[in-house]
């Protein structure tokens, strides 16, 4: 029996999910923490597909242009709403009745930082080393949990939901996706601790840190994943 439109119909079932989690983010009545588990169906279908590909030899040019396609809703269209409902969310007394209108749609930079970087990803030749800038799934993830936050009671809430604060996560998120940061992958060649030192790290600290503070940790582990990746592939060589 041939399989090998398996990975294609894996990448459609992702962008239908995709699809359905940006319908109940605009409908605005379910909370964004059950959302959130669409959207990790999601990461695993967009990683399960190149998987199913690579094993049954089925890599394809319309496979390739059709996971960029499925990405750009589950995680390029998927975190700007989450930031535009961010930005209605936040008291707008700081920037008057009129700008707070308008500012909202910022949200969507991230939207077209996205589509910059998956049109650049298809273009360009990979390197299976390392990522070039930070991947929309796990830019999808940051951007979740900073809203899953922004919705409780805590401290922490507050200075989320601050229109300069969310301004700022939208350009450095933004400048993320889009630069030619090296930043490690997680695609094992085999699981000897050497030459995956990097890897483990993160693991290690990740899981605890997951375990003991649920999803405050997530941008935590970005920063952390970020500093290990500069280590790794350029203060190590200097």
Same mark, same amino acid.
């Given at each position: 029996?041939?399989?090998?439109?398996?990975?294609?119909?894996?990448?459609?079932?992702?962008?239908?999910?995709?699809?359905?989690?940006?319908?109940?983010?605009?409908?605005?009545?379910?909370?964004?923490?059950?959302?959130?588990?669409?959207?990790?169906?999601?990461?695993?279908?967009?990683?399960?597909?190149?998987?199913?590909?690579?094993?049954?030899?089925?890599?394809?040019?319309?496979?390739?242009?059709?996971?960029?396609?499925?990405?750009?809703?589950?995680?390029?269209?998927?975190?700007?709403?989450?930031?535009?409902?961010?930005?209605?969310?936040?008291?707008?007394?700081?920037?008057?009745?009129?700008?707070?209108?308008? =500012?909202?749609?910022? *949200? #969507?930079?991230?939207?077209? !930082?996205?589509?910059?970087?998956?049109? @650049? /990803? $298809?273009?360009? +030749?990979?390197?299976?080393?390392?990522?070039?800038?930070?991947?929309?799934?796990?830019?999808?993830?940051?951007?979740?949990?900073?809203?899953?936050?922004?919705?409780?009671?805590?401290?922490?809430?507050?200075?989320?939901?601050?229109?300069?604060?969310?301004?700022?996560? =939208?350009?450095?998120? *933004? #400048?993320?996706?889009?630069? !030619?940061?090296?930043?490690?992958?997680? @695609? /094992? $060649?085999?699981? +000897?601790?050497?030459?995956?030192?990097?890897?483990?790290?993160?693991?290690?600290?990740?899981?605890?840190?997951?375990?003991?503070?649920?999803?405050?940790?997530?941008?935590?582990?970005?920063?952390?994943?970020?500093?290990?990746?500069?280590?790794?592939?350029?203060?190590?060589?200097?």
């Amino acid at each position: 029996m041939n399989l090998r439109f398996l990975p294609n119909l894996i990448t459609l079932l992702n962008l239908f999910i995709g699809c359905i989690v940006v319908l109940l983010l605009i409908e605005n009545n379910i909370e964004v923490k059950y959302v959130f588990v669409f959207s990790m169906i999601c990461l695993v279908l967009d990683y399960l597909d190149g998987f199913v590909a690579r094993k049954l030899n089925a890599k394809s040019e319309l496979g390739l242009q059709l996971d960029s396609l499925a990405d750009m809703i589950s995680f390029g269209l998927v975190p700007g709403i989450l930031l535009y409902n961010m930005f209605l969310d936040a008291p707008s007394s700081s920037v008057g009745s009129i700008s707070s209108s308008f =500012i909202p749609f910022m *949200g #969507f930079f991230i939207t077209l !930082s996205s589509a910059y970087r998956l049109a @650049k /990803f $298809n273009t360009l +030749k990979t390197n299976s080393k390392y990522f070039r800038g930070l991947p929309t799934p796990a830019n999808t993830i940051l951007i979740f949990a900073l809203s899953i936050i922004s919705k409780g009671d805590s401290y922490i809430a507050e200075i989320i939901l601050n229109y300069n604060v969310i301004v700022f996560i =939208i350009l450095i998120s *933004g #400048f993320l996706l889009v630069s !030619s940061l090296k930043l490690i992958t997680f @695609k /094992f $060649n085999n699981f +000897k601790f050497k030459g995956n030192r990097s890897r483990f790290l993160l693991i290690f600290i990740s899981v605890p840190a997951l375990l003991m503070l649920g999803i405050y940790a997530v941008p935590v582990i970005l920063v952390l994943y970020i500093t290990i990746s500069i280590f790794t592939f350029y203060e190590l060589k200097s």
